[in-house]
């Protein structure tokens, strides 16, 4: 594990320099994993330490309600939690803001405006951006990511069925075949269908990321998915190069024609990783031990999308492993904060995946176990309406 004094010197005298003055816990993001270190740090830590959060956004969103939201099955307050609000509630500063690099040895965060914000200790959970190699030259083409984006591919649907004189069937277009942009684009279909419009949607792929995982599953789970999908096109293993003019060509020379089109093409971390000299991965993920700490400052951690790991484990981008980090970090940054030795995050072998299909029906799988159906379904709402509703009490 790493020493509080196995880091540079610089780092050791700023340390020394900040006296017996209170401290201060910088958390960059509001991701949920910053939202659980909130709610659950011991009052007796908060005694000891000025918190704050800054976030670019008023509200954070959980990616678990965001093809619901797109149906207009769950509102804005449903799958959204205010940051102001949640931050007063639980004795917290707020400052919103955007963080664009930060000094990990002379310790500040440094926000769009010129401003900077000193701290003792900085953790970050900015989650992730969309990752793409398309030229794009379309203003009809809408990324998953930021979540907030949902909203905009909404309304441009419901301007194109509002328009249906002037178009008969709405072609959407999907990049990206993995559980997101299968989630997505089903939203995406039930919208513009509950509107009595006809859609035309196309799945484009380099690879069948969430068709080949259906493989090791039992033959009837694979039968009711493929028959959900009967109407769909899938363009795989022919991956996009461009869009333009309301067209996506493919590797192949083949073009698609589009109303909309939406990127789930994976995910990249972000820039002020790689620019404040701490160690990132190849997509700029910032990389961190078996305790959520980075692995050149001891002070400096970080949780869910915006991070990898350094162990011989992986740890998959989603909601699941960002939740149960949160308890290692919380944990973590008062034992580190009090000169305790740390805990380390363990990720669990299997996780419970339940993807939101079309018409109310969802796929569950648990390791080789699956089940497609009304009941999945039922349970991921049961599921996302209790976690949302516990973060907020």
């Not at 003055?21 to 005694?47: C, D, F, P, R, W």
């Not at 000025?50 to 804005?76: C, F, N, P, R, W």
């Not at 009837?220 to 769909?232: A, E, H, V």
């Not at 493919?250 to 990127?263: E, N, R, V």
Request: glycine share 6%; hydrophobic share 40%.
């Amino acid at each position: 594990m790493i020493k509080r004094n196995s880091f540079s010197d610089m780092e050791q005298r700023n340390s020394e320099k900040v006296g017996a003055q209170m401290e201060t816990l910088v958390l960059v993001g509001g991701g949920h994993a910053h939202l659980y270190v909130i709610k659950n740090l011991k009052s007796s830590t908060k005694a000891r330490l000025q918190v704050i959060l800054i976030s670019t956004m008023d509200k954070q969103y959980y990616s678990g309600m965001a093809s619901g939201s797109l149906e207009g099955y769950y509102s804005e307050d449903d799958m959204s939690v205010d940051l102001m609000d949640y931050c007063k509630k639980h004795q917290v500063k707020f400052i919103k803001n955007t963080v664009i690099s930060f000094n990990p040895d002379s310790k500040y965060v440094l926000l769009s405006d010129g401003s900077t914000v000193a701290y003792h200790y900085v953790s970050f959970n900015v989650g992730s951006i969309t990752k793409t190699n398309l030229s794009i030259k379309d203003s009809n083409c809408f990324f998953v990511k930021p979540l907030t984006s949902i909203y905009d591919i909404r309304t441009k649907i419901m301007d194109l069925c509002e328009n249906h004189n002037r178009v008969n069937i709405i072609k959407i277009v999907v990049v990206g075949t993995g559980a997101a942009g299968i989630e997505i684009g089903l939203a995406a279909k039930t919208l513009a269908e509950s509107k009595q419009m006809k859609v035309n949607l196309t799945f484009v792929g380099a690879s069948a990321e969430f068709i080949n995982g259906l493989q090791t599953q039992p033959k009837t789970t694979r039968i009711k998915t493929y028959r959900i999908w009967q109407d769909i096109n899938w363009e795989l293993k022919d991956p996009g190069i461009e869009i333009n003019r309301n067209k996506i060509l493919l590797q192949s020379g083949k073009k698609i024609q589009f109303d909309i089109s939406i990127l789930a093409t994976g995910v990249s971390g972000s820039e002020l990783f790689k620019q404040s000299g701490t160690k990132t991965d190849d997509n700029h993920f910032m990389v961190v031990n078996e305790y959520l700490q980075n692995v050149r400052y001891s002070t400096v951690f970080g949780a869910g999308d915006c991070v990898s790991f350094d162990t011989p484990f992986n740890v998959p981008k989603n909601g699941v492993y960002a939740i149960k980090e949160a308890k290692v970090l919380v944990k973590n940054l008062e034992l580190f904060i009090s000169g305790k030795p740390l805990i380390a995050f363990k990720p669990q072998k299997h996780f419970l995946s339940i993807i939101a299909l079309q018409e109310g029906l969802a796929i569950l799988v648990y390791n080789h176990f699956s089940w497609v159906g009304k009941m999945p379904f039922h349970i991921k709402e049961w599921i996302d309406r209790n976690y949302m509703k516990r973060l907020k009490r």
